[in-house]
């Protein structure tokens, strides 16, 4: 099984950053890429931005400039660099991979969130 485990939320002013963290442990093969979603109350969970096992990424337009996605494949952690932040990105963060454990194939594995609160 694999399990991801998200940290770095919390309470920020706005115009500030944050990092977030996700780190996949288990009986991980392979992991294909990785990315992160939110989810705002009232609003459909949204892709944030993911990453390739190759470093190629892709952002949501509304994080475009102001959010980074990084991955530490040594260490199967993925990051996301938030800066600029803005109240509208006040949601539950959640951290997504696509793997392939040792005993079965590739599956998309989340992990329970961490918030992120922007204050004005």
């Known amino acids: 099984q694999v399990q991801l485990v998200e940290s770095g939320g919390g309470l920020v002013q706005a115009g500030g950053s944050l990092r977030l963290s996700c780190a996949a442990s288990?009986?991980?093969?392979?992991?294909?890429?990785m990315g992160w979603y939110r989810q705002a109350p009232g609003k459909q969970r949204e892709l944030v931005a993911t990453i390739t096992g190759s470093g190629t990424t892709n952002y949501a337009d509304s994080v475009k400039g102001r959010f980074t996605i990084a991955r530490d494949n040594a260490k199967n952690t993925v990051y996301l660099q938030m800066n600029s932040l803005k109240p509208e990105d006040t949601a539950a963060y959640y951290c997504n991979a696509h793997a392939r454990s040792t005993t079965i194939a590739s599956y998309s594995y989340w992990g329970q969130g961490t918030q992120v609160t922007v204050s004005s």
């Open positions: 288990g009986t991980i093969f392979s992991i294909s890429f």
